[in-house]
């Protein structure tokens, strides 16, 4: 059974920073691209960032460029979301999301989610 766990979010003042985790289990972690989207109230879910299958490249939403960084350790088989400079609009629930090979950008080529973490900036 597949299971992605997101961890490591928070409240947190502006300017102010939080790692969040993804543990992956049940999947050849290798053999998947990841993603990290979010969603806050009222809104519809945004692509934030995603690495490819083979960690080459990375991806990532014009609003978190140069504030967020994505990486993953495939023997830990997780996958990180750095987040630096946060601003009171990052505010949202965080998933992670798996695709085979990869997802890039694109929500409806991921195949497995995470049930979220909540991440709250406070201004």
């Known amino acids: 059974q597949v299971q992605l766990v997101e961890s490591g979010g928070g409240l947190v003042q502006a300017g102010g920073s939080l790692r969040l985790s993804c543990g992956a289990s049940?999947?050849?972690?290798?053999?998947?691209?990841w993603g990290w989207f979010r969603q806050a109230p009222g809104k519809e879910r945004e692509f934030v960032a995603a690495i490819t299958w083979g960690g080459g490249t990375t991806d990532y939403a014009d609003s978190v460029k140069g504030r967020f960084t994505i990486s993953r350790d495939n023997v830990r088989t997780a996958v990180y979301l750095q987040m630096n400079s946060l601003k009171h609009e990052d505010t949202a629930v965080y998933y992670c999301a798996a695709a085979r090979p990869s997802g890039r950008v694109f929500p409806e080529r991921y195949d497995y989610w995470g049930q979220g973490t909540q991440v709250t900036v406070s201004s």
């Open positions: 049940g999947v050849t972690f290798r053999s998947y691209g």
